[in-house]
């Protein structure tokens, strides 16, 4: 999948989409998250947080959490 489809499929205002904006553009290997901010998205909208998970995955980044 890529960003843009993943894009697509998430709110554009929402937390999860800065965050593919975010390691789509940057290319780094990890992105630091809060664990509240993880515990939000789990919550909230888990279908998305499980598509932006698989999706980090594929793309090789690591979650670190604070």
Do not use: C, F, H
Request: avoid cysteine.
């Amino acid at each position: 999948m890529t960003a843009a489809d993943l894009l697509a499929d998430l709110d554009s205002s929402s937390g999860l989409a800065r965050l593919v904006k975010r390691v789509s553009l940057d290319r780094l290997p990890w992105v630091v998250v809060p664990s509240a901010g993880l515990r939000e998205w789990q919550g909230r909208d888990p279908q998305a947080w499980a598509k932006v998970s698989a999706w980090l995955a594929e793309q090789g980044v690591a979650i670190v959490r604070i």
